[in-house]
């Protein structure tokens, strides 16, 4: 059984979920964040099952998602990446949020996402050595060259993602167990993303905390297996 509320937290509403009667309780937390044009409620059912495996699980919604969406659909399309930028900048406040409300159990705080939240996964532990694992869906950690085909604008901020961008941080990522989980016909994130960065950590010798699932046929959206990977990954590493 797990307990599942919406509150306010660190100025911004999020998703709550952790076992039942365990919500006042030090617990080992994931914050998990959602796909672009998504939001926290459509990736729920993340929450619920980690919840149901004894995690404390967070999910805010990205700016001009969710609760703060504006209904302004054309200008969040223009958006991609500023978007992804803000919800790195939005981290540290969440985590303090976390451990002052005394959520936290040693320090293991993780952070997990699918699609945009992939990517937002991966930017976050690369610059975060206080993360303990992260699990990145079907994303990306190379923005400054995926900003250059996936939702391209003359206006994509490419200074600003190449500080979050995993290319020079390889062995800050890799000193924590890393899961990386794609679908092989993915049409929007291709799954040559993720093969580039497991490549990149095997041909570096920097791949002995790394986790990586494939999925034969399946194109952008999670599968039972992919929800499955994830819990396992945080039940053996979290």
């Keep these: 059984m797990i307990e599942l509320e919406v509150r306010n937290l660190a100025g911004g509403e999020i998703l709550h979920a952790c076992p039942r009667g365990a919500a006042a309780a030090p ?8 796909g672009f044009t998504s939001s926290k409620w459509v990736y729920s059912y993340f929450a619920v099952a980690l919840a149901d495996a004894g995690f404390r699980v967070i999910m805010p919604d990205a700016d001009s998602h969710g609760a703060r969406y ?5 200008r969040r399309l223009q958006r991609f990446w500023p978007i992804l930028l803000n919800s790195f900048a939005e981290f540290p406040a969440l985590r303090e949020a976390i451990a002052r409300q005394g959520w936290l ?5 993780a952070v997990a996402g699918a699609s945009m939240g992939g990517m937002t996964a991966l ?8 993360v303990v694992c992260a699990a990145s869906l079907m994303g990306s950690g190379y923005f400054t060259t995926l900003s250059q085909t996936l939702f391209p604008s003359p206006e994509v901020p490419t200074a600003r993602l190449a500080e979050w961008d995993v290319a020079p941080r390889l062995s800050d990522l890799a000193r924590r ?12 994130v291709p ?18 905390n790394l986790t990586c699932r494939w999925q034969a046929g399946v194109r ?17 590493h979290l």
């Design 191 to 208: 799954a040559g993303e993720t093969l580039r960065l497991q490549q990149a950590l095997q041909q570096a010798g920097l791949d002995n």
């Design 27 to 34: 617990l080992p937390c994931v914050v998990f964040y959602h």
């Design 105 to 109: 159990a040693e320090g293991r705080l």
């Design 123 to 130: 930017g976050i532990a690369a610059r975060h050595p206080e």
């Design 220 to 236: 952008h959206r999670i599968t039972p297996e992919a929800l499955d990977s994830t819990v396992a990954f945080f039940n053996a």
């Design 70 to 74: 504006d209904g302004d659909e054309k």
């Design 177 to 188: 167990p890393l899961m990386l989980w794609h679908g092989e016909d993915d049409d929007i």
